[in-house]
């Protein structure tokens, strides 16, 4: 069953309003759907619905409810991936699977051995990586479409770590501390945890002190050495499955 997000404005008791031109214009025009047929909506808050499509207009179409449920494939953990911005198109491959793992959030990270730089046309490659985001929650049937937020450099992260119950930060030179015996250690489910990645190069000396001294929980992901590309996927995949996995 299709599903698609609208602003919680748009859902009244009974009725649902799809006003997304996109949206419209894939109902209509690609997925050819017609009135009576049905779908899933989410508010992108707290719950997704059963609907009946009524009417199919060029500028909106109208759904009946027929039922509501809070949302049944959200992680109760949120999780933030801090993620060192990669080369060649790779961030849209950390995206996709990251969204499909359970991710809150997604921040574009610049360290100082990150390649890319910021040319002034960042904001371009944001909008596309949202919508990388916006349509890996559709496929995987989530109920609230993660954010890429805008770059941050590492100083900011820093400023921003404060905010989590739980900091990892997965270290390629760590050989002493597996991200399982930092989970398995804790007293209590953490509720926000941040991921830190770096990009291909890793993370200088200096920063590596600065996230230790800092509190943060260094931890290996295993004796491999993971491209970046690999390394966030893997870590979201073993907290999910340490604190949501029953």
Same mark, same amino acid.
């Given at each position: 069953?299709? !599903?698609?997000?609208?602003? %919680?404005?748009?859902?009244?008791? =009974?009725?649902?309003?799809?006003?997304? !031109?996109?949206?419209? %214009?894939?109902?209509? @025009?690609?997925? !050819?759907?017609?009135?009576?047929?049905?779908? +899933?909506? /989410?508010?992108?808050?707290?719950? *997704?619905? @059963?609907?009946?499509?009524?009417?199919?207009?060029?500028? *909106?179409?109208?759904?009946?409810?027929?039922?509501?449920?809070?949302?049944? !494939?959200?992680?109760?953990?949120?999780?933030?991936?801090?993620?060192?911005?990669?080369?060649?198109?790779?961030?849209?491959?950390?995206?996709?699977?990251?969204? *499909?793992?359970?991710?809150?959030?997604?921040?574009?990270?610049?360290?100082? &051995?990150?390649?890319?730089?910021?040319?002034?046309?960042?904001? %371009?490659?944001?909008?596309?990586?949202?919508?990388?985001?916006?349509? #890996?929650?559709?496929?995987?049937?989530?109920?609230?479409?993660? @954010?890429?937020?805008?770059?941050?450099?590492?100083?900011?992260?820093? %400023?921003?770590? /404060? =905010?989590?119950?739980?900091?990892?930060?997965?270290?390629?030179? +760590?050989?002493?501390?597996?991200?399982?015996?930092?989970? &398995?250690?804790?007293?209590? $489910?953490? +509720? $926000?945890?941040?991921?830190?990645?770096?990009? *291909?190069?890793?993370?200088?000396?200096?920063?590596?002190?600065?996230?230790?001294?800092?509190?943060?929980?260094? #931890? $290996?992901?295993?004796?491999?050495?993971?491209?970046?590309?690999?390394?966030?996927?893997?870590?979201?995949?073993?907290?999910?499955?340490?604190?949501?996995?029953?």
């Amino acid at each position: 069953m299709h !599903r698609f997000f609208v602003d %919680k404005l748009d859902i009244g008791d =009974e009725k649902i309003s799809i006003k997304d !031109r996109d949206d419209i %214009k894939h109902i209509t @025009k690609v997925l !050819r759907l017609m009135p009576g047929s049905i779908v +899933e909506i /989410s508010d992108s808050a707290k719950f *997704e619905y @059963k609907a009946e499509i009524l009417t199919l207009l060029p500028d *909106e179409i109208d759904l009946l409810i027929l039922d509501k449920q809070g949302f049944a !494939r959200e992680p109760n953990l949120k999780v933030d991936l801090f993620q060192g911005v990669p080369k060649q198109g790779r961030m849209e491959v950390i995206i996709q699977k990251s969204v *499909e793992l359970g991710i809150n959030s997604i921040v574009p990270l610049f360290t100082k &051995r990150t390649v890319v730089t910021d040319n002034g046309d960042f904001d %371009k490659k944001i909008i596309r990586w949202q919508k990388i985001s916006d349509e #890996a929650v559709k496929q995987c049937k989530r109920g609230l479409i993660p @954010k890429v937020t805008g770059p941050v450099t590492f100083g900011k992260m820093m %400023k921003l770590l /404060s =905010e989590y119950d739980l900091v990892l930060f997965l270290y390629e030179n +760590e050989d002493q501390q597996t991200i399982k015996q930092v989970l &398995r250690a804790l007293t209590k $489910t953490p +509720e $926000t945890v941040a991921i830190i990645i770096g990009p *291909e190069g890793g993370f200088s000396d200096e920063e590596a002190c600065q996230l230790k001294a800092s509190g943060a929980s260094v #931890a $290996t992901l295993g004796k491999t050495i993971l491209r970046t590309e690999t390394a966030g996927a893997a870590a979201i995949a073993v907290i999910m499955y340490e604190f949501e996995l029953d």
